[in-house]
Every structure is written in C-alpha cells, then in structure tokens.
C-alpha cells in the first residue's frame, strides 16, 4: 500500500517486508530522535550481555591461579615458557574472536554472533577441562589449543556483547541519561566479577583438596567456566537484535571500509592504543599478584599466598562499581583519564616504597595490600570501565563490531604482550624488591601515557547515538555510497505527513 506524500521536506522511509515489495510512508526528523519505548527484549540483552562477560573473565584470570597449582604438580614439564603459552593462549584466541565475531556482529546479526560465541566457549572449556597426553607435556599442549578455541568465543563477547548492550542502553531518554552506568555495569563490572569469582571458586576448591596441589584442583577449576555459558543459553536462543542495528545496518551490501577508515581513523586509533596500553599493564598485574603477594614471604602456603593475591584483585570490584557513577556525570573521556592517572600515582608510590613495604614486617605488608589494591581499583574505575563505552560510542551502528572488535583486539595484543615482557623485566633485576619495583614504576609511566592518548585522540560523548550515524549516512551518500539497502528503513530528512502516524 502506499500513503500520500508530504511536501518537499518529508522523510521517506522504505520498510521492507518478506516476499512483499517495499512500502513507503513519509515520516519527521522528529522520529529519529523520538524516545521508543523500553521493551522486556532490550532490557534482557543487557542483563544476558553482563553474565556472558562474567564468564570472559573467570575463564581468563582462573589460568592465574592453576598456574599456581600446575607448577608444583608439574615443576619439569611446567617451563616458564609453557606457563606463558598457557596464559597467552587464551588471550590470542580473543584477539581472533574479536576480530571475527565483531564482523559477524555488524553483518550477520547481534544474536548469530552471541550464538557462536557461546559454541567456542563452551567447546574450548570443555576440552581443556578433559586434557589428556601421552605424556605431561601433550597434556599441556593439549590445554594450550582448547584455551585458545575458548578465547575465540571468549573474545567474541567483547564485540557482540558490547554493541547489544550499548544499543540496548539508548533506546529511550531515561535509559541514555544512565548509559554509561547501564554500560559499565553489563561489561566490566561483570568482568571484575568473573575475576573475583575465580579467585572465590580456586580457594574453595583448594580448601577441599586440603589447601595441597592436586589435578582435580585444575580441572575442577576449569570446567566450572562451563557451567554459567550453558545456564544462560537458552535465553541468548531469545536475544533480538536491537533497533538501530535494524534501522542502520549493512548486511547485504559490500562494506564501505574505505570510507569508515577515512572518517574514524582518529577515534579508532585513541581506542586501541589506549586500550593496548591499559591491557599491558593490567592483565601481567592481576596474574603476578599471587606471586607479588609471596614475595613477602618466603614461608606462605600454597593457599595463603593465593589468598592474598584474591584479595589485591578484588579491590578492583568496588573500583568498577564507584566509576560506573561517574561516568555519566564527568563524561566517559574524563572518568578513563582521572582513573589513569590516580593508578600513576598510586603505582609511582608503591614502586618508590617497596623497599620499606618488604622490609617492614607485617604492618608494612598490610600497607602494601591496601595500595596495591588501590592501584587496581582506580585501573577499573577509568580504563576499564570505559574502554567498552568510549569504543561503542565513537562509531555508529553500521560499523560499531567491527571498530570495537578491532580496538579490544589491539587491546588483547597488549595484555599478551605485557604478560610476557613484565615477568622478563622482572627476572632481570638481582633481587625480588627491585624486580618488583620496576615493574611498578614501569606500569605507572605507562598509565601516565595513556591518560595523555585519551585525552588528545580519544572523542567526547555524543548524547544519542542516532546522530553519528545520521551523519555517517549523509557522509556516505556525499561520497556516492549508495545508502538505500542499509537496514529496514532507509532514511532522509524531512516532515510528517499529516494526518498519519509514522510506523515504526
């Protein structure tokens, strides 16, 4: 059917329908930024997006702590350099599965790329849970593939997961006010928890095992990361894909890559090399901090000192928690480098007072827990809450999995480069106190840096996130892309037709 167009200045919208030829209707610029109604649909792809990335991190940051495990089990097979590839595998999958699930994201759907995400991850837990070898070390190499087809699916999250819940954070004026509480709260908050979770769940485990090494501490640990992937996936089964991705999207078309570079080069460059540098020194951090924590004592068990390294990452919950209320009132931008830069400061601290923090008996010790728990809770209050929201908010819908995936990729590199290279700088100083220090004073320099990047690269907020890609649209029509295959609706600006309320 067809509806009587308005004047000149009248907006058409063509919808198309299945098996049915186009129907067009005259709709306003007014309906752009028209508030739509919160539905039970996008509230719950939130909600689901946050438990997936719960599960990202207990299956990253469990590998911290069964090292631990594994290297009493296994002192000769377990080399330094196994124990990296361990660490590293995962890490190298997310950095595939963001590539390729964030492509997945913007061509194929939100909820086809939830969907594959969750194959992996479940696949790659399973295997790694079940190792076996002819001997220890095909054992090991056996971990290494199935954490790394984890972190394929593990690492997928970060781009499908991401772009559902940003999109599904503006989709009316009260949900936008709190966009970046509502943000925060379903990636990194949930990723904090996964942390603590494992820390919780790996000191349960040893506690039942008589706080002594054994196989099953590690593969109990292991396979738990199962548990919550398959808990939720039915509901993933129901997830739709949100309404500006409908509107915007660019499935059938070839993908303007050209274009996108040219006009986001800029805010993607600020993403991924902040999110790099934060990656490089937040991940060796959280998995040397058991090994920091002993280092105050020659004595600790096996149980103690993990306890203690638990105990410095989960001051980086209240961290995310105290940042996702101020994102919204200081700005993303500013709230990532406040953040930065208090963990700078903090870190410049605990490497200038090592030495009397190691030296001092246990009130020392105590000071040292509470710093180097601040350090990483203002490491959660800025960067990572923000390196989610900052890289979804600064490209529009058509190309949000692709630019996020490629940032948190990018990122992803700078943990597995900083795991690596921290634990060498590390080594190379004659003592344990000056080890440590340098690598404190090296990862504050670092944060400094970064904080400096944000500010300079990194864009502000936009209130809507229709506006950028009202403009994208228009930029790619000016340079002759033709527009009219994007989404369900293809728009131009106009009026109301009268007498006849725009369809949504």
């Known amino acids: ?230 808990s939720i996936f039915i509901f993933r089964m129901r997830m739709v894909d949100s309404a500006l991705y409908k509107k915007h999207a660019i499935r059938k078309q070839p993908f303007p890559y050209k274009l996108a570079f040219k006009r986001y080069w800029k805010p993607l460059l600020g993403c991924s090399l902040v999110w790099f540098l934060y990656d490089v020194v937040v991940y060796p951090f959280n998995l040397l901090a058991p090994t920091i924590a002993a280092g105050f004592n020659d004595h600790q068990t096996l149980l103690q000192s993990n306890g203690w390294g638990a105990l410095v990452n989960a001051f980086a919950l209240p961290g995310c928690i105290f940042g996702s209320l101020l994102i919204d009132r200081l700005g993303p931008r500013q709230t990532y480098a406040l953040g930065l830069t208090v963990s700078g400061i903090l870190g410049f601290v605990i490497g200038g007072a090592m030495e009397p923090l190691r030296t001092k008996g246990t009130g020392a010790f105590a000071a040292f827990v509470v710093l180097f728990g601040l350090f990483q809770s203002f490491l959660s209050v800025g960067p990572g809450n923000c390196n989610f929201i900052v890289s979804s908010e600064s490209f529009p819908t058509p190309i949000r999995g692709h630019f996020l995936g490629l940032a948190a990729a990018i990122g992803k590199a700078g943990a597995a480069v900083g795991t690596q290279i921290f634990p060498l700088i590390q ?21 400094l840096v970064a904080a400096i990047v944000v500010m300079i690269l990194v864009p502000n907020r936009r209130a809507q996130l229709e506006d950028e890609d009202t403009l994208f649209r228009q930029y790619l029509e000016e340079n002759g892309w033709d527009t009219t295959g994007m989404g369900s609706t293809v728009v131009v600006l106009g009026s109301e037709p009268e007498g006849k309320e725009p369809r949504r």
């Not at 007014?30 to 939130?46: C, D, F, G, K, Y």
């Not at 593939?145 to 991401?162: P, Q």
Request: glycine share 10%; with cysteine; hydrophobic share 45%.
């Open 1 to 230: 059917m067809s509806i009587p167009t308005a004047p000149e200045k009248d907006v058409k919208l063509q919808e198309a329908e299945p098996e049915l030829p186009p129907v067009s209707y005259n709709a306003p610029l007014a309906e752009l930024e028209a508030p739509t109604r919160r539905t039970w649909a996008e509230t719950i792809s939130v909600l689901i997006s946050g438990v997936a990335l719960f599960s990202d991190g207990y299956n990253i940051q469990i590998t911290g702590y069964t090292n631990t495990v594994m290297a009493k089990l296994y002192p000769h097979d377990l080399t330094t350099t196994m124990k990296t590839r361990i660490s590293n595998s995962i890490l190298i999958g997310d950095i595939f599965g963001m590539l390729l699930f964030g492509l997945c994201a913007d061509r194929l759907g939100r909820r086809w790329g939830i969907i594959g995400c969750t194959f992996f991850l479940v696949l790659g837990v399973t295997l790694a849970t079940a190792a076996h070898g002819k001997s220890i070390q095909g054992m090991l190499w056996m971990i290494v593939v199935s954490r790394g087809v984890a972190g394929l699916g593990a690492g997928g999250e970060y781009a499908v997961c991401a772009t559902s819940a940003v999109e599904a954070a503006d989709e009316s004026p009260a949900l936008r006010r709190k966009r970046g509480l509502l943000v925060a709260t379903s990636t990194n908050v949930a990723i904090i928890s996964g942390f603590v979770g494992s820390a919780i769940v790996f000191l349960i485990v040893l506690v039942a095992y008589g706080g002594k090494p054994s196989e099953g501490v590690w593969r109990i640990c292991f396979g738990i990361g199962i548990v919550l992937p398959l």
């Open 427 to 447: 080594a190379r100083f004659s003592t344990t106190i000056k080890g440590h220090q340098a690598i404190f004073l090296i990862g504050s320099a670092i944060c």
